[in-house]
Nanobody, 115 residues
């Protein structure tokens, strides 16, 4: 199983970023996918979840209305569209999947929201 995130960077408050996660090594279309984030000095927290077929999504309260998780099962990709970014969204963002009872993580992509 391999998860590779991309798309992070530096953005001004109020800006947008789209994160991508390329998945391989498992039957992607049969597993729910998650985005987590970890800010400096804080615990890793769940950002959003999408069901295997993409029909169901869930978000942490602080991301509702600003973030959108989506997936393309033809490309084995999961995305996180982040709008109206705030400085407190600064963190390393991780793609995650629970496959065969084991938690798999990508290497993370840094998102920095600052003027």
């Amino acid at each position: 199983v391999q998860l590779v995130e991309s798309g992070g960077g530096l953005v001004q408050p109020g800006g947008s970023l789209r994160l991508s996660c390329a998945a391989s090594g498992f039957t992607f279309s049969t597993y729910d996918m998650n985005w987590y984030r970890q800010a400096p000095g804080k615990e890793r927290e769940l950002v959003a979840t999408i069901s295997s077929a993409g029909g169901s999504t869930n978000y942490a309260d602080s991301m509702k209305g600003r973030f959108t998780i989506s997936r393309d099962n033809t490309k084995n990709m999961v995305y996180l569209q982040m709008n109206s970014l705030k400085p407190e969204d600064t963190a390393v963002y991780y793609c995650n999947a629970l496959v065969w009872g084991y938690d798999y993580w990508g290497q993370g992509t840094q998102v920095t929201v600052s003027s």
